[in-house]
């Protein structure tokens, strides 16, 4: 997948293989995650994190960060683990990918929207709880084998729409991150020039319209590391398909800092 390139996906049915795979990993058991919660005395952020099957002692391991949508706003540390969670259970990539996985649970919206009149599009921007996640990542790295070069996020909706806040607000601590059917933050585009980023939307999604994440690609293609994914049939809830799935992994253990 090369940077600056938008690429038109149709795909009006995904085949009976696809779907089977998207509810296999939907069913999968993630007690292999386990719990744990951050707090700074005010706001509190459950959590569960996901460690590599056998880790040594000498070595650093990636750690990839997944922000859940809207649906799983709670607090029950339960609903946050959906497919982009749960796919990194798959026994290819555990058996492929050495990595930590951290899925935070937010208990209130991580991500709102506003009009840029000036754009003429909607952009979005976080809260309190992000800050408090993101300054516990650092905590985090330090106590664990994690390996500051490839720290990765992703997220799908408002996870994604989060995804584009975390690294506006961090541009430093992220090797690479993939935004699904976001909201776009622009306000720190300058020092995201560096940034793999990978946008993934559906043209026909009406909970998230992609003009926002077509502007930042159209604001990024010739002077960042960005490239789009534009499924052409897909809808907002439909979006996360085994192709996807599969390319993920691949593409993010591409890139490093």
């Keep these: 997948m090369q940077f600056g390139t ?4 149709c795909d009006s049915k995904d085949s009976t293989l696809s779907l089977d795979r998207i509810s296999f990993i939907k069913s999968l058991d993630y007690s292999e995650f386990k719990e744990g919660h951050f707090s700074n005395g005010k706001e509190s952020l459950k959590y569960r994190i996901l460690s590599p099957e ?4 000498d070595e650093k391991y990636p750690l990839i960060v997944v922000f859940h949508g809207s649906g ?3 607090l029950d540390n339960k609903a946050q683990m959906g497919v982009l969670s ?16 951290i899925a935070p649970q937010f208990p209130v919206r991580s991500s709102n929207y506003h009009l840029d009149e000036t754009r003429g599009v909607q952009v979005s921007e976080s809260n309190e709880y992000l800050d408090l996640f993101l300054k516990s990542v650092d905590s985090l790295a330090n106590s664990k084998n994690i390996d500051r070069s490839r720290i990765y996020v992703i997220g799908f909706s408002m996870g994604g ?15 690479a991150a993939i935004n699904v059917s976001g909201i776009s933050q622009f306000n720190n585009n300058n020092n995201l020039l560096k ?3 990978w946008i993934v ?15 930042f690609y159209e604001e990024m293609k010739d002077k960042g590391q960005v490239l789009f994914w534009e499924f052409k049939d897909k809808y907002h809830n439909n979006i996360l398909s085994a192709q996807l799935v599969d390319a993920i992994p691949k ?7």
Excluded: C, V
């Design 72 to 74: 799983a706003i709670g």
């Design 6 to 9: 938008k690429t038109e996906i």
């Design 86 to 101: 749960k796919m990194w259970l798959l026994p290819e990539n555990r058996k492929n990918y050495s990595t930590f996985i």
């Design 195 to 197: 940034t793999p980023i």
């Design 201 to 215: 939307h559906g043209s026909l999604d009406t909970d998230n319209l992609p003009q926002s994440n077509i502007r």
């Design 54 to 57: 056998k880790i040594n002692p």
């Design 161 to 175: 729409s989060t995804t584009s806040n975390a690294i506006s607000t961090r541009p430093d601590l992220f090797a």
């Design 251 to 257: 593409w993010l253990f591409n890139q490093k800092k």
